[in-house]
């Protein structure tokens, strides 16, 4: 049976600072956004913020200052921010989805609900990294999109072993986009 399945698309451009303000500000204008301040943050078991940085400023440092903005537009700590949008050490559901891909064109289908996945779009343009567009995750995250040159990447399966500390398969997803 299909549903109607509603997006948000959300268009951000400047330093990665204001790119992470931008997804913040578009985020608490949804639904769930309005409710996300009644909402308490956990940090993971194990999380260290010097960790976190030092991963993030060595692979990525635009996404590094990106969780800057995030963290300023939802008025929440860098703390919480880094935890909960940027570390190996997060939950993930199960779910799998496959795709197809030629020279001119890449679909993917999404197999599961779409409540296990965020609905927002992001057209981003951060000054000194490639724009992309792509599905978020987790704000900083990306279950698959494109950069401007065409290049598509995607996540198609995510590893339930135990978690170790490292980056985020969202984050390295964007990561090569980025690049």
Same mark, same amino acid.
């Given at each position: 049976?299909n549903?109607?399945?509603?997006?948000?698309?959300?268009?951000?451009?400047?330093?990665?600072?204001?790119?992470?303000?931008?997804?913040?500000?578009?985020?608490?204008?949804?639904?769930?956004?309005?409710?996300?301040?009644?909402?308490k943050?956990?940090? !993971?078991?194990?999380?260290?913020?010097?960790?976190?940085?030092?991963?993030?400023?060595?692979?990525? !440092?635009?996404i590094?200052?990106?969780?800057?903005?995030?963290?300023?537009?939802?008025?929440?700590?860098?703390?919480?921010?880094?935890?909960?949008?940027s570390?190996?050490?997060?939950?993930?559901?199960?779910?799998?989805?496959?795709?197809?891909?030629?020279?001119?064109?890449y679909?993917?289908?999404?197999?599961?609900? !779409?409540?296990?996945?965020?609905?927002?779009?992001?057209?981003?343009?951060?000054?000194?990294v490639?724009?992309?567009?792509?599905?978020?995750?987790?704000?900083?995250?990306?279950?698959?999109?494109?950069?401007?040159?065409?290049?598509?990447?995607?996540?198609?399966?995510?590893?339930?072993?135990?978690?170790?500390?490292?980056?985020?398969?969202i984050l390295?997803?964007?990561?090569?986009?980025?690049?």
């Amino acid at each position: 049976m299909n549903k109607p399945w509603r997006v948000d698309v959300l268009q951000c451009r400047g330093s990665s600072y204001d790119v992470g303000k931008q997804m913040a500000e578009g985020f608490l204008k949804t639904t769930r956004g309005a409710t996300f301040h009644r909402r308490k943050g956990h940090q !993971p078991f194990g999380f260290d913020l010097k960790d976190a940085q030092a991963a993030l400023c060595t692979y990525a !440092p635009n996404i590094w200052e990106e969780l800057h903005g995030l963290a300023d537009g939802l008025k929440i700590p860098l703390e919480r921010a880094a935890a909960q949008y940027s570390n190996a050490r997060l939950s993930f559901p199960k779910r799998g989805c496959s795709s197809v891909m030629t020279n001119v064109f890449y679909g993917r289908n999404y197999d599961y609900s !779409p409540r296990r996945y965020d609905p927002t779009l992001v057209a981003i343009q951060p000054k000194g990294v490639h724009a992309s567009l792509a599905f978020a995750d987790r704000f900083t995250g990306r279950v698959d999109g494109m950069n401007e040159h065409g290049l598509c990447a995607g996540l198609h399966f995510v590893n339930y072993r135990p978690v170790r500390p490292g980056l985020v398969c969202i984050l390295i997803v964007r990561m090569v986009l980025d690049q």
